[in-house]
């Protein structure tokens, strides 16, 4: 299944920065998990404990300690953790991850129109699979964001309620990322 179709399916995402959110998000029903912690010593462990769950596993290679973020790192990263995919706000990482055979996420935080700007510039220079926006509750980014690119958007970040996952989808994500555990749920439903 193409990361599109999963997105579609699948619409909420798990967030985990620790060992905590590790334990709850393996007995969870989510399928697509963003690793946001970790470092080159505990990565591997914590990739095949997702993986043996069933999980499809995205490390934001950015937040991994002692991986220096360039195609040697990453291919660390894709030898060691074996995941489906990275993110990274790093344009850089982006062109290395596609030439691992990587699935790409580009983060972007929209802080205000300058931002905007360039983040909208680099996604269309390095073309990801998708890009995560954050703040994910600012919806006109989203609609803005839809407009001037072709690859899914995820919104993330700031992420609280049921409402605003229907506000972030109902302005053209396809789906949301967030580490608040109580949202998790709402993948099942």
Not at 39 to 54: D, Y
Not at 106 to 113: E, G, P, T, Y
């Amino acid at each position: 299944m193409n990361l599109e179709q999963m997105l579609i399916e699948n619409p909420v995402i798990a967030a985990i920065r620790n060992d905590k959110d590790l334990e709850k998000v393996i007995l969870s029903k989510v399928l697509i998990v963003f690793v946001l912690y970790g470092s080159i010593m505990n990565i591997k462990t914590i990739c095949e404990r997702l993986k043996e769950a069933g999980k499809v596993v995205f490390i934001h290679v950015d937040l991994i300690e002692g991986v220096k973020g360039d195609y040697a790192g990453l291919l660390f990263i894709k030898q060691c953790g074996d995941p489906y995919g990275i993110i990274s706000t790093r344009p850089t990482n982006i062109k290395n991850g596609k030439k691992l055979g990587l699935c790409v996420i580009q983060r972007i935080f929209v802080l205000d129109s300058l931002s905007l700007e360039t983040g909208i510039r680099n996604i269309q220079s390095v073309l990801p699979d998708a890009v995560e926006l954050l703040p994910g509750i600012a919806s006109n980014i989203i609609k803005s964001m839809e407009n001037e690119v072709r690859v899914p958007i995820i919104a993330g970040g700031l992420i609280q309620t049921k409402k605003d996952i229907m506000q972030a989808i109902g302005a053209g994500a396809m789906a949301i990322s967030t580490s608040k555990q109580e949202l998790w749920g709402l993948s099942e439903q």
